[in-house]
């Protein structure tokens, strides 16, 4: 198996940056908005969007084996229905 190096250029490393200034933007502007219930869940995919990004490029998710992929994914998945049953037991309450 040959392995790849795990470099990448300057123009791909801006554009993070860019991208993660844009949604950082994004989110304080989302903040100054009155959406009501939906806030959190704005918040919530704006953070996930900002961690995905430095997840794959800072953390090189990107050239992980499959299964790293595949257990990074359930962990996730598993914490959204996790969340997803708090945000459902505080609003029955």
Same mark, same amino acid.
């Given at each position: 198996?040959?392995?790849?190096?795990?470099?990448?250029?300057?123009?791909?490393?801006?554009?993070? !940056?860019?991208?993660? %200034? =844009? *949604?950082?933007?994004?989110?304080?502007? &989302? /903040?100054?908005?009155?959406?009501?219930? !939906?806030?959190?869940? %704005? =918040? *919530?995919?704006?953070?996930?969007?900002? &961690? /995905?990004?430095?997840?794959?490029?800072?953390?090189?998710?990107?050239?992980?084996?499959?299964?790293?992929?595949?257990?990074?994914?359930?962990?996730?998945?598993?914490?959204?229905?996790?969340?997803?049953?708090?945000?459902?037991?505080?609003?029955?309450?």
């Amino acid at each position: 198996m040959e392995k790849k190096d795990h470099v990448f250029d300057y123009r791909t490393l801006f554009y993070v !940056l860019l991208a993660l %200034v =844009a *949604l950082t933007g994004i989110t304080v502007g &989302a /903040s100054h908005i009155n959406l009501g219930k !939906l806030n959190v869940w %704005v =918040a *919530l995919c704006i953070a996930s969007a900002k &961690a /995905s990004l430095v997840l794959i490029i800072f953390m090189h998710l990107r050239f992980e084996s499959r299964l790293v992929i595949v257990s990074f994914l359930s962990t996730v998945f598993f914490l959204a229905i996790m969340i997803g049953f708090i945000f459902w037991d505080v609003g029955f309450r």
